[in-house]
């Protein structure tokens, strides 16, 4: 069963008087007491609004913006600022107001908005060269927004994967995320160490407390790292991803710890609809997924049954889970013997495979976006070229990107391949950066010649 619903974006200046927009929001908030999310297939190229009233236009224009539907109307908050606009409906037109008195703008890039009680919260982000893990509420009466202290800071970034692992659980009012940093520019020695820490946390809005639940299992590694994934909809029952290469629609559900795949002729029907200017929402059992032309809106009917297990977990039990149960002492034994053991064993282990490279399974060790990119950089050795920033940032998924987040982005993965490098074969480096002979003021990028052989022994 399919619904069409006609439906006129809009992209005018911020002002202070109404304008018809008969059918998007309208579609949106009839018979709706709900909150609902909307999605963007590529953030930043849908002008849900474009405000135009100061110096920060520019930036806005193509800026991410995170939109919702409440009882109170519309919300929208671009990426990278705090600022927040209220649409509302007036009879038959709608009004646009900016809520917010912020001046600032750039500590929060990547950040998850929601909303909770009624209210929007801001989560983490990335800005002044480091991630945050802080939790903002959005003072209505202040116009402003607060810190909300929780027992921890666990500090995210929707940039460290390509699918952000993210999903707010309204009925039960839990925050689950599934990527965080680790690592800290301003300290000496730790700059290197900002990668995705693989511990999946909640968090409890009631209790204000994080809790660790385990850690990220290898198929949803591959999953978030996939080029070939979009994040599509937020529903009742977790997130909603599409695979583009596989065909798939998965639904990552964090409470049951559980990947769910979608009927094939279902997700075939959304694979036809969807397009990378698509503008999508889930209400009442339905996906809503704008056409091209932005003219009309088609639905596909989804349910809890349409779903089956594809008998892969989100995550597995946190080994210092195994321990906590035990005294102190135990624990004190227990830790000390494991660290020993692990020197051991991992001295022994790095041996044997720095003179065996070839028996690697690369399964293991590389997820499938570093195999990809692997075997592009040795196309372009053995084509004698390199690879330029543009190319690195289309094949990491971040060529939309605002530059500051292609350049975390592109740094985090050339250090965490050859950390794995340097593990497995006892060498520093495999991907080389330096200065492009045309612009000194840029960077490029090549294989490490010396190790080609080995590559190629784990690449076919």
């Not at 929208?76 to 001046?103: F, H, N």
């Not at 990668?195 to 590694?221: C, E, F, H, Q």
């Not at 596989?246 to 036809?272: C, H, M, P, S």
């Amino acid at each position: 069963m399919k619904k069409i619903v006609q439906l006129f974006l809009w992209a005018v200046p911020l002002v202070g008087h109404s304008q018809s927009m008969p059918s998007f929001l309208d579609h949106i908030a009839k018979d709706s007491s709900e909150t609902i999310e909307i999605t963007e297939a590529t953030p930043g190229t849908n002008a849900l609004f474009n405000p135009s009233d100061d110096i920060q236009a520019k930036y806005m224009r193509t800026a991410p913006v995170f939109t919702i539907w409440t009882t109170r109307g519309l919300l929208a908050q671009p990426d990278g600022t705090g600022r927040v606009y209220l649409v509302k409906k007036l009879g038959t037109s709608y009004s646009k107001v900016r809520l917010d008195s912020t001046i600032y703008f750039g500590y929060n890039f990547g950040s998850f908005p929601f909303v909770y009680n009624g209210e929007l919260y801001s989560f983490g982000g990335y800005g002044h060269w480091q991630y945050n893990g802080q939790l903002r509420r959005f003072v209505r009466e202040k116009a402003e927004w607060e810190l909300v202290p929780a027992n921890k800071k666990v500090r995210y970034f929707k940039g460290l994967c390509i699918v952000p692992l993210i999903w707010f659980d309204k009925d039960q009012a839990k925050l689950w995320v599934g990527q965080s940093a680790i690592g800290d520019e301003g300290i000496r020695g730790l700059s290197e160490k900002n990668s995705t820490n693989d511990t999946v946390y909640v968090l409890d809005l009631k209790r204000l407390s994080w809790d660790a639940v385990g850690i990220k299992t290898l198929p949803l590694k591959n999953l978030s790292s996939a080029t070939s994934a979009v994040p599509i909809a937020s529903t009742e029952w977790g997130q909603l991803v599409v695979d583009r290469i596989k065909k798939q629609v998965l639904l990552l559900d964090y409470t049951r710890n559980g990947i769910y795949q979608l009927k094939q002729e279902k997700a075939d029907k959304i694979q036809e609809l969807l397009t990378e200017y698509s503008i999508l929402y889930f209400k009442k059992g339905w996906l809503f997924v704008t056409r091209k032309d932005y003219k009309q809106i088609d639905s596909v009917k989804i349910g809890a049954m349409d779903f089956q297990s594809n008998g892969s977990t989100l995550h597995q039990k946190h080994p210092s889970q195994t321990i906590q149960s035990s005294s102190g002492k135990f624990i004190a034994i227990i830790a000390v013997a494991a660290i020993a053991l692990s020197f051991v064993v991992i001295f022994i282990w790095k041996r044997a495979v720095t003179g065996i490279g070839h028996s690697v399974n690369q399964h293991t060790f590389f997820s499938t976006l570093e195999l990809e990119v692997l075997r592009t950089f040795y196309k372009k050795y053995e084509q004698g070229g390199v690879m330029t920033i543009e190319e690195l940032n289309d094949l990491l998924g971040v060529g939309n990107k605002p530059s500051e987040i292609q350049k975390k982005h592109r740094s985090d993965f050339i250090i965490n391949v050859n950390k794995k490098w340097n593990v497995l074969f006892g060498f520093d480096q495999v991907i080389l950066r330096t200065r492009s002979e045309v612009d000194k003021r840029t960077y490029e990028y090549m294989l490490r010649g010396d190790q080609v052989a080995t590559l190629l022994k784990i690449l076919f």
